[in-house]
């Protein structure tokens, strides 16, 4: 059976295992704690980062962007058949996905107002981008079904959900079908089992213990926004 190894709260990990839930392929999964990285982590990851997947020969993978393609490779695509080039549209939207991982763990990790605004204005700049990519006839980013894509902007939605709910910031504010794609991703069953029983606990314990967001006044954002029906 397929390995992962994982830090709780990456969402790196999360697109890997997003990717193989969608595909119901089996796996088992351990968390090691990256203050304490064990020597045997060490020796199979040259980057020293998670996820790394290791294949039922023993193979150790690392790079989510290659253990994903690994995944599509050998376990099949999400979709049917994909041309070429439209493979590579939607890795490149992906990779727009995750290029901003860490973007958006540093604006939650902000301790004051200047940074927080300064980065999350740059988060804004990307989502509205997507936002002009979306369709309203589409329940997902390309269709009615799910695609690579999806899964890979699963750990930015599903992280600015959950700041939403604590915090009454909205990353999404004023861009509806950024918010539509959001709710579709979080009620189709996706997320489900992608990340640990105790993720939103230590997530919150992380994001939300000693940063703007939670002591600042974040949560209220500009009147015409907070008045809309984009932030209900």
């Not at 589409?138 to 690579?148: D, E, G, Q, V």
């Not at 999806?150 to 915090?167: E, S, V, Y």
């Amino acid at each position: 059976m397929l390995k992962v190894i994982s830090f709780k709260i990456c969402p790196f990990v999360q697109r890997v295992t997003a990717a193989l839930n969608a595909k119901n392929v089996p796996y088992e999964i351990e968390y090691i704690d990256l203050k304490d990285k064990p020597q045997w982590f060490l020796d199979i990851s040259p980057n020293g980062q998670v996820p790394v997947l290791i294949t039922e020969l023993g193979t150790a993978l690392f790079e989510s962007d290659a253990i994903v393609e690994y995944i599509e490779d050998e376990f099949g695509g999400i979709e049917g058949h994909v041309t070429n080039e439209q493979r590579a549209i939607d890795r490149a939207w992906s990779y727009l996905g995750t290029k901003n991982y860490l973007a958006q763990c540093g604006t939650m990790s902000s301790k004051d107002e200047e940074s927080f605004t300064q980065k999350s204005a740059k988060l804004s700049t990307v989502f509205a981008k997507v936002e002009q990519q979306l369709s309203t006839a589409n329940t997902f980013f390309k269709f009615n079904a799910l695609s690579n894509v999806d899964i890979a902007w699963l750990p930015l939605l599903h992280r600015a959900n959950i700041i939403k709910k604590h915090t009454g910031f909205d990353f999404l504010c004023g861009l509806p079908k950024m918010q539509a794609w959001q709710a579709a991703l979080l009620t189709s069953g996706v997320a489900e089992n992608t990340t640990s029983a105790d993720f939103e606990a230590l997530f919150t314990n992380f994001y939300l213990t000693n940063t703007f967001l939670v002591t600042g006044n974040s949560q209220q954002q500009d009147s015409r926004c907070a008045e809309s029906s984009c932030c209900g």
